[in-house]
């Protein structure tokens, strides 16, 4: 089987920021390995020596990302290629794709892989816009283009089942029929950021203190009401945060479209007992910052379907305490969800406090992610686009 990834980074000066190149760089081996030949567009090469790579243009905004296909250069790619299998990972480019392998005369099977949702659903079944993508009134358009993609696509992937379920009602609401299409394949975890907490159990003494928040600092994940329960968490003193500033310095570009990670960076950096760290792109240097906290702290994104980085404390042994919503409701263990700010802090002093607790789930934190192996992902990969 000949696939052709077709990979939108927009992260391009930090790509361990970019959980789509992430994926990418993590699978492609691992799809290899289980037999198919890989190409990857894009504008960084992803995965290792034995796929291929081929140079394409960075978008300038998500907006671009979204919105200016070059079909010509699409047309040019495929027929280079000549691909069993496409995948857009830019979800409403599937149309674009689809006129281009009409053009090309190509009869390749379109799979689609939504990486991100420009919807999701409140506990009412309202259907809520995503913020980070309606600049400018745009939210309703790029859910428009999306439902396009949708149905352009032979193939539809999504991380978990909160995602086929928020997918599902969106497309029904907007006419597209999936039909049988639609197929649940989650995130590889990365192998370099795995450890056993049975064997590393002297790492994971009581004076260990440290929570660590390794999330995007965009207001759309909700940073605010991390900011507010930062303070909360750290007033007693027997708790201490360890940040992610995973984006470093941006491009102009990026923070005239949304320049909250910096500010939520600042306002952290104030606050006391709150340390702010950079991993500057290293994987190494990331492993060792998660390696030295005592548990994780998910997102407050109520649009989540789902979070390479809480998979990625989970890997390390890290126990994750969540707010109850989306598919961290779904993946974390219910008992470390909360729903209060002061169910978060006792959540927090325990894991910190009592040792066999934390023991307990840092266990089921590292078993959770057991069926998350790039090998076992790249099967249900093949599976979903054979």
């Given at each position: 089987?000949?696939?052709?990834?077709?990979?939108?980074?927009?992260?391009?000066?930090?790509?361990?920021?970019?959980?789509?190149w992430?994926f990418?760089?993590?699978?492609?081996?691992?799809?290899?390995?289980?037999?198919?030949?890989v190409?990857v567009?894009?504008?960084?090469?992803?995965?290792?020596?034995?796929c291929?790579?081929?140079?394409?243009?960075?978008?300038?905004?998500?907006?671009?990302?979204?919105?200016?296909?070059?079909?010509?250069?699409?047309?040019?790619?495929?027929?280079?290629?000549?691909?069993?299998?496409?995948?857009?990972?830019q979800?409403?480019?599937?149309?674009?794709?689809?006129?281009?392998?009409?053009?090309?005369g190509?009869d390749?099977?379109?799979?689609?892989?939504?990486?991100?949702?420009?919807?999701?659903?409140?506990s009412?079944?309202?259907?809520?816009?995503?913020?980070?993508?309606?600049?400018?009134?745009?939210?309703?358009?790029?859910?428009?283009a999306?439902?396009?993609g949708?149905?352009?696509?032979?193939?539809?992937?999504?991380?978990?089942?909160t995602?086929?379920s928020?997918?599902?009602?969106?497309?029904?609401?907007?006419?597209?029929?999936?039909?049988?299409?639609?197929?649940?394949?989650?995130?590889?975890?990365?192998?370099?950021?795995?450890?056993?907490?049975?064997?590393?159990?002297?790492?994971?003494?009581?004076?260990?203190?440290?929570?660590?928040y390794?999330?995007?600092?965009?207001?759309?994940?909700?940073?605010?009401?991390f900011?507010?329960?930062?303070?909360?968490?750290?007033?007693?003193?027997?708790?201490?945060?360890?940040?992610?500033?995973?984006?470093g310095?941006?491009?102009?570009?990026?923070?005239?479209?949304?320049?909250?990670?910096?500010?939520?960076?600042?306002?952290?950096?104030?606050?006391?007992?709150?340390?702010v760290?950079?991993?500057?792109?290293?994987?190494?240097?990331?492993?060792?910052l998660?390696?030295?906290?005592?548990?994780?702290?998910?997102?407050?994104?109520?649009g989540?379907?789902?979070?390479?980085?809480?998979?990625?404390?989970?890997?390390?042994?890290?126990?994750?305490i969540?707010?109850r919503?989306?598919?961290?409701?779904?993946?974390?263990?219910?008992?470390?969800?909360?729903?209060?700010?002061?169910?978060?802090?006792?959540?927090?002093?325990?894991?910190?406090?009592?040792?066999?607790?934390?023991?307990?789930?840092?266990?089921?934190?590292?078993?959770?992610?057991?069926?998350?192996?790039?090998?076992l992902i790249?099967?249900?990969?093949?599976e979903?686009?054979?």
């Amino acid at each position: 089987m000949r696939v052709l990834y077709l990979l939108n980074i927009s992260n391009p000066d930090r790509l361990s920021a970019d959980s789509g190149w992430i994926f990418a760089d993590l699978l492609a081996p691992a799809l290899v390995d289980a037999g198919a030949e890989v190409a990857v567009a894009a504008p960084a090469a992803a995965g290792d020596s034995r796929c291929g790579f081929r140079q394409t243009k960075t978008p300038g905004t998500k907006y671009r990302a979204r919105f200016s296909n070059d079909v010509d250069e699409l047309v040019t790619l495929i027929r280079s290629e000549r691909p069993d299998v496409v995948v857009a990972n830019q979800i409403e480019e599937a149309p674009a794709i689809r006129t281009a392998l009409l053009e090309a005369g190509v009869d390749a099977l379109l799979a689609g892989y939504c990486h991100y949702l420009p919807f999701s659903f409140n506990s009412g079944g309202q259907l809520l816009l995503d913020p980070s993508l309606n600049d400018a009134g745009l939210g309703r358009p790029v859910q428009l283009a999306f439902a396009a993609g949708l149905a352009a696509c032979d193939r539809v992937m999504v991380h978990s089942s909160t995602a086929a379920s928020w997918v599902s009602a969106a497309a029904t609401r907007m006419t597209v029929d999936l039909g049988d299409r639609l197929r649940v394949v989650p995130a590889p975890r990365d192998e370099r950021l795995v450890r056993d907490p049975a064997a590393t159990s002297s790492d994971l003494s009581s004076d260990s203190k440290i929570g660590i928040y390794n999330h995007r600092l965009y207001a759309h994940y909700g940073t605010d009401k991390f900011v507010r329960m930062a303070r909360d968490l750290t007033e007693s003193g027997k708790v201490r945060l360890r940040v992610m500033d995973l984006f470093g310095d941006r491009r102009a570009e990026r923070k005239g479209l949304d320049d909250s990670p910096e500010c939520m960076r600042d306002q952290l950096a104030a606050l006391p007992h709150v340390q702010v760290v950079s991993d500057r792109g290293d994987r190494t240097r990331y492993k060792h910052l998660l390696a030295g906290a005592r548990f994780g702290i998910a997102p407050f994104r109520h649009g989540c379907p789902w979070s390479m980085s809480v998979i990625d404390c989970q890997g390390m042994g890290l126990p994750v305490i969540a707010p109850r919503l989306g598919w961290l409701a779904e993946h974390i263990d219910p008992e470390l969800c909360f729903t209060a700010p002061e169910e978060a802090v006792a959540l927090a002093e325990r894991l910190v406090m009592d040792d066999e607790f934390h023991a307990l789930h840092a266990k089921r934190a590292y078993a959770s992610t057991h069926d998350f192996t790039p090998a076992l992902i790249a099967a249900r990969y093949l599976e979903a686009i054979s």
